[in-house]
């Protein structure tokens, strides 16, 4: 592999594990007999739903936040998005003691923001539009010369996530293939550029989500050989509504092996068998890969023939169970009592 | 300590370890620094709720399934439950190849009944009464010679439990307390002989749930100092019904160092955390533990003060999504349209 061919490279990678190496948690691999025999191959499950924040993207932030110069990290960094990544950068930046100013749709679910809060990041509220997040993340770059930090298409973030490819081999070293949720492919380009440097012959298969709401744009993109504009995102994945970028596409293009675009349904049966026989709560995009593995669209796939080991990475666990209504209706206890009308405002007011 | 004083002894308990060591797994013991500040002290759990069968009564099973000789083996095992010990016996019993015959109230939910017979166990229904689940083991016994195993108040049970002490101690050296949850006796009694023999000055500590709808009979017996009866047995955390047995109690009356009674809604926080912060599945006893941590009950405890390194066994993981609706409306797309009375009929037979 040439290097300096992609925006990141195992030399990359490698220097990146070691710099997060005392921030990150090196995640446990899970095996699960019941699965195994369900799938007819043994598999392998790479915990990230154990990193801190509860999914892989600390990796990438923590690389990206820890690369920088000690002038230029004094400025902090900034990012625009809602979710995993945005609490990743914010806990990156408290732990390097620096400012992270994270750009937030209004309308961002609460806890999310709490949780961007709660890692000591600084909440800048927008329109919900990409256009309203791109500029306000220009204006705080320009007055405060903060970092840009995008969530996939960026090399240190890509080389971030590549560590799990490092660890995951050192764990279980004779793997055939891995296989990877994909959507902005920030994950898939780094794990396929170690992967492949450390183990040649190793297979890396992506794992899309399709269906009616979401056009399965990685797999488009391979049997195009180019990139195809593509619109709809809607899926219940919801950690996976990001699209392929300029800089994550060429590896995707040259390392990744396959694709399995899954349906919605078989997410969320691949979520039940994590959650009822693993015991491990995780998100609808960290059970994208297990779907893959037992949706039809693996047999299919040639680069999966004859793969008897497979490493699954579990890539997140940031499930909020509140909104389904979990945590209601445990202590039934007595029916409250019906107020009165005259009674009502009153307890408004007391309440 | 005085061999022969109790049903077991760290000699059966090591004994035991040894001979199920081919058949458990050895659980991790798992860390989680958001709760170790609320708490204020370090956390260690032990992941039981990874355990064969999702929960630590497989250690009891596995001992008294395979500490029988071979003719004794070959004429089955029998137990009346419907839970966890029910699982757990089946598959002991399916891993000796010897028959499993597993009594259950008809009451019992189906998604359990499928777990007994998914493990090769043979149901025999019964009326859902105290009286008729003993008379159907009497029978069982009585017509195929089979060896009944009680869920808790049985020494091999009880030996089985206690090898999760020695393996959390050769995981974890430096504990100060160990907090188990309980009810009928069976894990606590195991854990504390072999805790106390050896690092005698750990201290153990019972996690019982009390509130409402159910006595801490075990609170109540240790004050008393002798087994007073109990009769309300309701708790969200209905791995924990039982009660105190004539073998269990010695155990808890002498080496058992205090009891923390937790409320209902105490249960359901420590589930929330356990489930948000760690992304582990748990089952409402499984989480008991967590919650006499954080109660008030906790600083009250006598056993407790100066305890910095808090073990907490996390005993089971069998928590059914299923009935809470949590696998409903993932998918939204369009209502599925209202057949004609007409059409109905059809549609049932084509179904």
Known sequence: ??????????????????????????????????????AGRQLFFKCETFQKTGAFKFRGACNSVFVLGDEEAKRGVVTHSSGNHAAALALAAQLRGIPAHIVVPRTTPQCKVEAVVGYGGEVHFCEPTMEAREAACAELQARTGAVLVPPYNYGPVMAGQGTIAIEFLQQVHDLDVLVVPVSGGGMISGIALAAKAIKPGIKVVAAE?????????????????????????????????????????????????????????????????????????????????????LSPGWAACAATADCGRVGVVLCGGNLDLAPRGFWEGWLPGPPAPRPEEGERGERGQAD
Chains 1, 2 share one sequence.
Do not use: H
């Not at 030399?11 to 070691?18: F, L, P, S, T």
């Open 1 to 38: 592999m040439e290097d300096g061919k992609y925006a990141t490279s195992f030399e990359d990678i490698q220097a990146a594990a070691a710099r997060i190496e005392p921030y990150v948690n090196r995640t446990p691999v899970m095996t699960c007999s019941t699965i195994d025999k369900l």
């Open 209 to 293: 989500p399709g269906g009616l709401n979401r056009s399965p744009d990685v797999a488009l993109a391979k049997m195009a050989g180019w990139l195809l504009p593509c619109a709809r995102t809607e899926t219940i994945a919801d950690g996976l509504q990001g699209r392929l970028g300029d800089l994550t596409w060429p590896v995707v293009r040259d390392l990744v092996d396959g694709v399995v675009v899954v349906e919605e349904q078989q997410i969320v049966g691949a979520m039940r068998l994590i959650m009822e026989r693993m015991k491990l709560v995780v998100e609808p995009s960290g059970a994208v890969g297990l779907a893959a593995v």
